[in-house]
């Protein structure tokens, strides 16, 4: 059976108490389930702007996405975890990953750990929250296997990256990955919630997305490949309204975030598949 859809938007401007409860509230308004904050040097600090977020609203959750695992203890993290489930009456889903802009790291005097020693401590985090929080929804975000087989076994929601190719006839990296995903996750996979974020889409009639964020991340594609991405929305809001139902009937992706740039366009799409 198809799960019920889920759709979050991201914060990642403006950290006054006004512009973020006006944002939050606009986010309730447009429909949305979730509202994520990420976990950047630079950016806001994501504690304090959830628990600003989840007290200007009544039903919306709130989000990391996602924690860097790499810079905290895992008790000291379950700390801050149960007090944010707590003051927001349950509405808070955990997001982690492995952390991995080297510059954060050096910026906040932390020795930048290899890419497995991030891994384990990512496994080592995600069992020690499983144990002593249970009743707190864990997202682990990513794309490699390691990650993605402690995900299947321990996690509630798992974000997915799209892969780094762009699908055609042949190859769809994508379905590749849930694939990976069920295999490792055995009986619990239905139990999942599957996730994509969306990092490109239009803004107005034109049908076409501001492509920035997809070519940075994804410099080795061609525009053609990036419209081709599961990350990158382009077409009519109808149109971009039945694509997002094929990611649930063709991959069983029923959770969708976008950026908070996209908010008002995106609304008009929940309001065509929910």
Do not use: C, W
Not at 17 to 25: P, Y
């Amino acid at each position: 059976m198809a799960k019920d859809f889920r759709f979050g938007v991201g914060v990642m401007r403006g950290t006054s108490r006004t512009a973020l409860e006006n944002a939050a509230r606009r986010a309730e308004d447009f429909g949305f389930d979730v509202m994520h904050v990420p976990d950047h040097l630079g950016g806001p600090a994501p504690f304090p702007v959830m628990t600003t977020i989840a007290m200007a609203t009544s039903t919306l959750r709130v989000g990391t996405f996602v924690i860097n695992s790499a810079f905290y203890r895992p008790a000291l993290l379950a700390r801050d975890v149960a007090a944010l489930r707590d003051v927001t009456d349950g509405r808070f889903d955990l997001g982690l990953g492995t952390g991995y802009v080297k510059e954060e790291f050096d910026a906040a005097g932390i020795p930048f750990p290899s890419a497995g020693e991030r891994v384990d401590h990512l496994r080592d985090t995600v069992e020690y929250m499983a144990e002593n929080l249970p009743d707190v929804p864990i997202m682990i975000a990513g794309n490699g296997d390691r990650v993605l087989r402690i995900a299947a076994r321990s996690a509630d929601i798992i974000g997915l990256t799209g892969g780094d190719r762009a699908p055609t006839a042949d190859e769809d990296p994508l379905a590749d990955r849930i694939a990976f995903v069920r295999e490792a996750a055995g009986d619990r996979f239905d139990d999942l919630e599957l996730n994509v974020a969306i990092t490109a889409m239009p803004l107005d009639d034109s049908g076409m997305p501001d492509m920035t964020i997809p070519r940075h991340f994804l410099p080795g594609l061609t525009d053609e490949e990036l419209l081709r991405h599961p990350g990158v929305l382009s077409g009519s809001t109808d149109e971009i309204a039945d694509r997002i139902r094929g990611y649930r009937d063709t991959y069983g992706i029923s959770y969708v975030i976008v950026q908070d740039r996209h908010a008002e366009a995106f609304a008009k799409v929940i309001a065509l598949v929910k």
